[in-house]
């Protein structure tokens, strides 16, 4: 019987181990769902189509982390994530090119780094698109 019980205890460490990444990757996402939901509350098209900006913020984080290296819960992740909040919430374009150039060597170069910035406009009409077509507002066609 104690293979068995080895053979579990290695199970629930698994288990322990995987449900501490989930915590992580929620956690490290959180700051950037949060500037998306504020970013979409006075967008005009969220509200013509009365959309809910919480699950078309999700959908972007979504989109995002799977474009990210490393796995849930990596360190790095981090970084990358306070850059995209740094994106989401530029006002001028003196904003954006800062965050560009404060962004750069985390993703390898300044022109790296505007194509993160460019991805989450991408990847935020992505999601609006989605979200627009589940309240039956996509034209036909």
Do not use: W
């Amino acid at each position: 019987m104690l293979p068995q019980v080895s053979h579990m205890k290695r199970m629930l460490i698994a288990i322990c181990a995987a449900s501490l990444l989930a915590g992580c990757a929620s956690k490290e996402q959180t700051g950037l769902k949060e500037a998306l939901i504020a970013k979409f509350k006075d967008d005009s098209d969220l509200k013509d189509y009365k959309l809910d900006p919480e699950p078309i913020a999700e959908c972007v984080v979504r989109q995002i982390t799977e474009t990210l290296p490393g796995f849930a819960g990596d360190p790095r992740r981090d970084r990358f994530f306070e850059a995209y909040v740094h994106f989401v919430n530029v006002n001028s374009p003196n904003d954006a090119e800062k965050a560009i150039t404060d962004s750069a060597e985390l993703f390898g170069s300044a022109k790296k780094a505007r194509e993160a910035a460019t991805s989450v406009t991408e990847h935020v009409m992505v999601c609006m698109g989605k979200a627009i077509e589940r309240v039956g507002g996509g034209e036909g066609g």
